[in-house]
């Protein structure tokens, strides 16, 4: 891991750390803890979407489906088939990546809008069909009574405990994210990203990568659909809805897609102001995401994370300046 | 189709025979079907010009059906349908101008976000301006339906088959003779051939949204007194449109209207004999299908859909 990548990390961590209990003193936003867990849960997909877009470069308009297949079998699993959570969760992950390897072979072949346009058929056909399977999901009216988490006998009750399970698992697949990037398969992913072609004449197998990295991406969103499900307790079809993998694909932009930290900020600013700092725009927050991110993609391509380069590289410049003419 | 109609049909059918069932199932889907197909040939038109996909393509249409409601609380009906498609060119223009025309050599990830920001703020804006409800509206003919081959049919039906009619009829003279139709045909075949020979590129890109708008806003306004018109109706219509466009090769014409209209009468021919809530999900299956087993879609050439870039 490189310096300022385990700089950063550092940084992270120790806010994660702080976070808590700065939150449990304040008690006009001692609801953030539970906002936060939700920001670790949707990390978790936002960090496979970056590595699939930001460094394959490949879109997925359909994550919130395999979103919704973790949280749904975990869900019926447990509700239906009274299975342990954890035994469910993985067969959630189990039967995301089997779902996601189906249609990752067939749909990585397309390119760029056939490609969009695949995933997001495949999503909305995942959510008609939460809300047709009545039976299994609940359709409309939902899914509820689903257990908690026990870990070691212990239930996971209430948001601190939640939000340490969630966040040790976001920085476990964040390090593993990041060591991904700088392996071997890094390297190819960033090439297809560059040019299919020119990787492909290279002998980098960019098929396999690509369908690959769909899958991981697809696995980690199932996980965090699982999460979910016992975190909150209930499902509905809305939560998995074309709208929400939009925002995932929004959170990975907005950040800036060519950096984990990106996602991982994206993801951050993205869920609070949905959950918290919009409420008063109440149905109207769809304009302001569309305002945000048509001025995101626009002004400031690279995302939100390139703005702090950017402002340091200005900073030093006027320094120096600065000591410039104090040294005439 | 929305659910107030499936249910309507329903307790229509049971009085009907199987003949004059599948004769109003197949009617159904076709009228539905010329939707789907304006809304492909929005697609293509603005695929043709600049190998992109516009995701705000389904919005619209959406925008068509809203604004032919408010107008003809006040206007005419021809005049409203006028305005309506005025109104909603000028959107697409202005799309174009403030978002696609400042990305100089964007990449196809950074296009697709951009035109779905675009529709995300084109929903919004509906929203704030309707609400919520779906909005009603007479027929432009007489609400009574007309009784064919043992089924029951709304006239509207047949305004929505005539108007997308005279629009296939009115784009194919327009690619055929009009100066600026070859012209865009031109930028279709070589942009850079075509700067060459003194074609303004960036003037067509900007005519192929207004085209591709009003061409939407049609499709809206004549469907609205059938299916009713919701601010979010726009993202299915135009993922349908979009499977037409695939189904008929994108970039094809004529490819896209017969898809489109098959695309209609399966997904009406389900609905009625298989299973409503699912009648969504067939067109998509479709498009899926399509696109993974023969992405040139079924009359496009594969030979051409390896030149292009996309």
């Given at each position: 891991m490189s310096r300022g990548n385990l700089i950063t990390l550092s940084a992270v961590v120790l806010l994660l750390i702080l976070f808590p209990v700065l939150v449990a003193n304040v008690e006009a936003i001692s609801h953030y803890l539970d906002v936060m867990v939700f920001v670790g849960i949707f990390s978790l997909i936002t960090m496979g979407l970056s590595l699939l877009m930001g460094y394959a470069g490949q879109i997925s308009l359909g994550h919130a489906a395999f979103f919704g297949l973790g949280a749904y079998t975990s869900g019926i699993l447990c509700v239906k088939v009274a299975v342990s959570p954890w035994l469910a969760m993985v067969g959630g992950t189990l039967v995301t990546a089997v779902v996601a390897y189906g249609v990752g072979v067939p749909s990585l072949k397309l390119k760029g809008h056939y490609l969009a346009m695949a995933t997001l058929g495949f999503g909305v056909i995942v959510n008609i069909v939460f809300n047709e399977e009545v039976e299994l999901t609940g359709g409309p009216s939902g899914l509820s009574n689903i257990p908690g988490l026990k870990l070691f006998g212990l239930p996971l009750r209430g948001e601190l405990l939640f939000y340490i399970l969630v966040w040790s698992m976001v920085l476990l697949v964040l390090i593993f994210c990041l060591n991904v990037i700088h392996s071997r398969v890094g390297r190819a992913l960033r090439s297809i990203h560059d040019s299919e072609v020119a990787a492909d004449a290279m002998g980098v197998e960019t098929a396999r990568y690509k369908v690959m990295i769909f899958v991981l991406s697809a696995v980690l969103a199932s996980l965090a659909g699982s999460l979910y499900a016992h975190y909150v307790g209930f499902l509905s079809p809305s939560s998995f809805n074309l709208l929400f993998s939009i925002r995932l694909v929004m959170m990975v932009v907005v950040g800036g897609m060519h950096s984990l930290w990106g996602a991982l900020l994206g993801t951050w600013l993205l869920t609070f102001l949905g959950n918290e700092w919009l409420h008063v725009f109440k149905d109207f927050d769809i304009l302001v995401y569309g305002a945000i991110l048509l001025f995101v993609v626009m002004a400031l391509p690279e995302g939100l994370v390139s703005v702090v380069p950017r402002l340091s590289h200005m900073w030093r410049r006027g320094r120096e300046s600065e000591g410039g003419t104090g040294g005439t | 189709m929305p659910e107030r109609l499936s249910h309507e049909l329903k307790s229509v059918m049971e009085k009907l025979s199987l003949g004059g069932q599948l004769v109003q199932y197949l009617f159904t889907g076709v009228t539905v079907g010329s939707i789907y197909g304006m809304v492909a040939l929005g697609f293509n038109i603005i695929y043709n010009v600049?190998?992109?996909?516009?995701?705000a393509q389904g919005e619209f249409v959406m925008l068509g059906g809203l604004i032919m409601v408010l107008c003809a609380k006040v206007l005419p009906l021809p005049m409203a349908f006028c305005v309506t498609l005025a109104a909603v060119t000028a959107i697409g223009a202005i799309m174009e101008r403030s978002t696609i025309n400042p990305l100089k050599n964007a990449t196809v990830l950074t296009l697709i976000i951009v035109t779905i920001a675009v529709s995300i703020l084109l929903k919004g804006i509906a929203m704030f301006i309707w609400g919520k409800d779906p909005y009603m509206m007479q027929p432009f003919s007489g609400t009574e339906p007309l009784h064919l081959f043992g089924a029951a049919i709304q006239t509207q039906a047949f305004w929505v088959l005539g108007i997308s009619g005279i629009v296939v009829l009115l784009l194919t003279l327009f690619f055929r003779k009009a100066r600026y139709g070859k012209a865009m045909l031109a930028c279709a075949d070589n942009a850079e051939a075509a700067r060459l020979v003194g074609i303004k590129v960036n003037l067509m890109v900007l005519l192929s949204f207004a085209l591709s708008a009003a061409i939407g806003a049609a499709a809206g306004a004549v469907i609205t007194p059938i299916s009713l018109m919701e601010y979010d109706r726009g993202a299915l219509l135009g993922l349908k449109g979009f499977g037409a466009a695939v189904l008929g090769g994108l970039g094809s014409f004529s490819g896209a209207v017969v898809a489109g209209l098959l695309l209609g009468v399966v997904e009406s021919l389900c609905a009625g004999f298989v299973s409503s809530g699912y009648k969504d999900a067939v067109a998509l299956l479709l498009l899926l299908l399509v696109l993974f087993v023969r992405p040139s879609g079924l009359f496009g050439n594969v030979e051409a859909s390896k030149i292009k870039k996309f």
């Amino acid at each position: 891991m490189s310096r300022g990548n385990l700089i950063t990390l550092s940084a992270v961590v120790l806010l994660l750390i702080l976070f808590p209990v700065l939150v449990a003193n304040v008690e006009a936003i001692s609801h953030y803890l539970d906002v936060m867990v939700f920001v670790g849960i949707f990390s978790l997909i936002t960090m496979g979407l970056s590595l699939l877009m930001g460094y394959a470069g490949q879109i997925s308009l359909g994550h919130a489906a395999f979103f919704g297949l973790g949280a749904y079998t975990s869900g019926i699993l447990c509700v239906k088939v009274a299975v342990s959570p954890w035994l469910a969760m993985v067969g959630g992950t189990l039967v995301t990546a089997v779902v996601a390897y189906g249609v990752g072979v067939p749909s990585l072949k397309l390119k760029g809008h056939y490609l969009a346009m695949a995933t997001l058929g495949f999503g909305v056909i995942v959510n008609i069909v939460f809300n047709e399977e009545v039976e299994l999901t609940g359709g409309p009216s939902g899914l509820s009574n689903i257990p908690g988490l026990k870990l070691f006998g212990l239930p996971l009750r209430g948001e601190l405990l939640f939000y340490i399970l969630v966040w040790s698992m976001v920085l476990l697949v964040l390090i593993f994210c990041l060591n991904v990037i700088h392996s071997r398969v890094g390297r190819a992913l960033r090439s297809i990203h560059d040019s299919e072609v020119a990787a492909d004449a290279m002998g980098v197998e960019t098929a396999r990568y690509k369908v690959m990295i769909f899958v991981l991406s697809a696995v980690l969103a199932s996980l965090a659909g699982s999460l979910y499900a016992h975190y909150v307790g209930f499902l509905s079809p809305s939560s998995f809805n074309l709208l929400f993998s939009i925002r995932l694909v929004m959170m990975v932009v907005v950040g800036g897609m060519h950096s984990l930290w990106g996602a991982l900020l994206g993801t951050w600013l993205l869920t609070f102001l949905g959950n918290e700092w919009l409420h008063v725009f109440k149905d109207f927050d769809i304009l302001v995401y569309g305002a945000i991110l048509l001025f995101v993609v626009m002004a400031l391509p690279e995302g939100l994370v390139s703005v702090v380069p950017r402002l340091s590289h200005m900073w030093r410049r006027g320094r120096e300046s600065e000591g410039g003419t104090g040294g005439t | 189709m929305p659910e107030r109609l499936s249910h309507e049909l329903k307790s229509v059918m049971e009085k009907l025979s199987l003949g004059g069932q599948l004769v109003q199932y197949l009617f159904t889907g076709v009228t539905v079907g010329s939707i789907y197909g304006m809304v492909a040939l929005g697609f293509n038109i603005i695929y043709n010009v600049t190998e992109m996909i516009n995701f705000a393509q389904g919005e619209f249409v959406m925008l068509g059906g809203l604004i032919m409601v408010l107008c003809a609380k006040v206007l005419p009906l021809p005049m409203a349908f006028c305005v309506t498609l005025a109104a909603v060119t000028a959107i697409g223009a202005i799309m174009e101008r403030s978002t696609i025309n400042p990305l100089k050599n964007a990449t196809v990830l950074t296009l697709i976000i951009v035109t779905i920001a675009v529709s995300i703020l084109l929903k919004g804006i509906a929203m704030f301006i309707w609400g919520k409800d779906p909005y009603m509206m007479q027929p432009f003919s007489g609400t009574e339906p007309l009784h064919l081959f043992g089924a029951a049919i709304q006239t509207q039906a047949f305004w929505v088959l005539g108007i997308s009619g005279i629009v296939v009829l009115l784009l194919t003279l327009f690619f055929r003779k009009a100066r600026y139709g070859k012209a865009m045909l031109a930028c279709a075949d070589n942009a850079e051939a075509a700067r060459l020979v003194g074609i303004k590129v960036n003037l067509m890109v900007l005519l192929s949204f207004a085209l591709s708008a009003a061409i939407g806003a049609a499709a809206g306004a004549v469907i609205t007194p059938i299916s009713l018109m919701e601010y979010d109706r726009g993202a299915l219509l135009g993922l349908k449109g979009f499977g037409a466009a695939v189904l008929g090769g994108l970039g094809s014409f004529s490819g896209a209207v017969v898809a489109g209209l098959l695309l209609g009468v399966v997904e009406s021919l389900c609905a009625g004999f298989v299973s409503s809530g699912y009648k969504d999900a067939v067109a998509l299956l479709l498009l899926l299908l399509v696109l993974f087993v023969r992405p040139s879609g079924l009359f496009g050439n594969v030979e051409a859909s390896k030149i292009k870039k996309f």
